[in-house]
């Protein structure tokens, strides 16, 4: 089981940014996926999920709701997060991670090695 994050990098404030996450080693479909991050000093959060299965309902933290958007594609084996009119506030080490879901690390199995993110003001 793999899971590769990519797509961070530094980027202005108020711009868009994606990040994908590619599965591989085990069949994605079933699999809740979620993205977290985690800035210097603090502890890692929930930004985002969408579920496994027939259920796609996604979830978002108020602080990206609105501005960052996840998506799956199964057949790629693939999760993006879009990340728009980024702020400084989303600078962190993003994970991807796959489990049975939830918006705390504890629902999650695999996780990915991280992608920087860094924004400036």
């Known amino acids: 089981v793999q899971l590769q994050a990519s797509g961070g990098g530094l980027v202005q404030s108020g711009t868009s940014l994606t990040l994908s996450c590619a599965a591989s080693g085990f069949i994605m479909d079933y699999y809740a996926f979620g993205w977290f991050r985690q800035a210097p000093g603090k502890e890692r959060e929930g930004v985002s999920c969408i579920g496994g299965g027939s259920d796609g309902s996604t979830y978002y933290s108020n602080s990206v709701k609105g501005r960052f958007t996840i998506s799956r594609d199964n057949t790629k084996k693939s999760v993006d997060l879009q990340m728009n009119n980024v702020k400084p506030d989303d600078t962190a080490v993003y994970y991807c991670?796959?489990?049975?879901?939830?918006?705390?690390?504890?629902?999650?199995?695999?996780w990915g090695q991280g992608t920087q993110v860094t924004v400036s003001s």
């Open positions: 991670a796959a489990g049975i879901g939830g918006g705390t690390s504890t629902g999650y199995t695999y």
